[in-house]
Nanobody
């Protein structure tokens, strides 16, 4: 089992910055993938970004150049640095951890970007 606890969400002005954190605990495995999805009201959950245990990253086109994912393997924590957020980035952000063929989810954290 894996437990994920997100923090750092809130209200931010467009053009500002915000950092989300996700602390993982449990059977994390040495080879895994972590990342963030988001879900806006009335929309499907969509992938934002991923990072493997070796540090390879992937981003949705909509956030490239603005968001940065990183991880601290010693702390079992993944971060999402959101720079220059836009109102369309408003959503509930979910951290996930994929290992041993299973995907685990955090409880979600609300990010609201005001114009």
């Amino acid at each position: 089992q894996v437990q994920l606890v997100e923090s750092g969400g809130g209200l931010v002005q467009a053009g500002g910055s915000l950092r989300l954190s996700c602390a993982a605990s449990g059977s994390l495995g040495s080879i895994n993938t972590m990342g963030w999805y988001r879900q806006a009201p009335g929309k499907q959950r969509e992938l934002v970004t991923t990072i493997t245990s070796s540090g390879s990253t992937n981003y949705a086109d909509s956030v490239k150049g603005r968001f940065t994912i990183s991880r601290d393997n010693a702390k079992n924590t993944v971060y999402l640095q959101m720079n220059n957020p836009k109102p369309e980035d408003t959503a509930v952000y979910y951290c996930y951890h994929h290992v041993y063929g299973r995907t685990y989810w955090g409880q979600g954290t609300q990010v609201t970007v005001s114009s």
